[in-house]
């Protein structure tokens, strides 16, 4: 499980300083804490699911500023769908529903979510969005505006969505690592039919 080290990877100064940190430190839980969503949501979807780790390849300067995995029915990579990710900034870490980095049929995904925004609106209280993946901005979703979040999704060449729950750093769930785990088993349950939506 996450502990108060894993956030200080981000302290560490240097891309591959950095990065050797995530893989020493950070990714070995990403798998561990994986193969238990895996398994979980496979039961709930009857479909095979595939762990990809988030490897910064791009990255020939500047350290990422947060590291995550993916889970997702493609084996060849994870980005081209809807897919659940598993991620930690500095502050906290995330568990989303995610579209990103402009998969085909974006804008038939952005219409199908808003003709069924009550999948949305209906999600626990505490449910955020982010509308970009390289920025640690979300929205309380209840909050939010959602409705515009799906139209710039639709309408906006590089517009993104993500949907589910973070625990920030300083929660007491890191003190019972048992209870965290089984908040993001309770995340992305609840996350299974806006996926479900989108499988088309």
């Known amino acids: 499980m996450f502990t108060q ?3 200080k990877v981000f302290d560490i100064t240097g891309l591959d300083e950095r990065m050797e940190a995530i893989r020493e430190k950070i990714q070995p839980i ?10 979980e949501l496979e039961k709930e979807l009857n479909e095979t699911l595939f762990i990809h780790l988030a490897q910064h390849r791009r990255r020939s300067v500047y350290p990422p500023a947060n ?13 081209m769908t ?12 995330f568990m989303y529903l995610s579209i990103i980095d402009q998969p085909p049929k974006k804008e038939q995904m952005a219409d199908l979510l808003l003709q069924n925004s009550l999948l949305l609106t209906q999600l626990p209280v ?21 409705k515009q979040a799906l139209e710039r999704l639709k309408n906006v060449k590089k517009g ?38 989108l499988q088309f």
């Open 82 to 93: 809807p897919h659940f990710q598993l991620g930690i900034w500095p502050e906290y870490v």
């Open 126 to 146: 505490d449910t955020v969005m982010n509308t970009d993946h390289t920025k640690d901005n979300y929205e309380y979703i209840a909050q939010a505006n959602v």
């Open 30 to 39: 990403f798998k561990e804490l994986d193969e238990r969503i895996k398994k």
């Open 5 to 7: 080290e894993s956030f």
């Open 160 to 197: 993104e969505f993500q949907v589910g729950r973070i625990i920030t750093r300083d929660s007491e769930l890191w003190q019972e690592p048992e209870q965290a785990l089984e908040y993001m088993l309770a995340t992305y349950r609840c996350l299974v039919p806006c996926y479900q939506l």
């Open 67 to 79: 590291t995550w995995s993916a889970l997702s029915n493609n084996k060849r990579g994870y980005k």
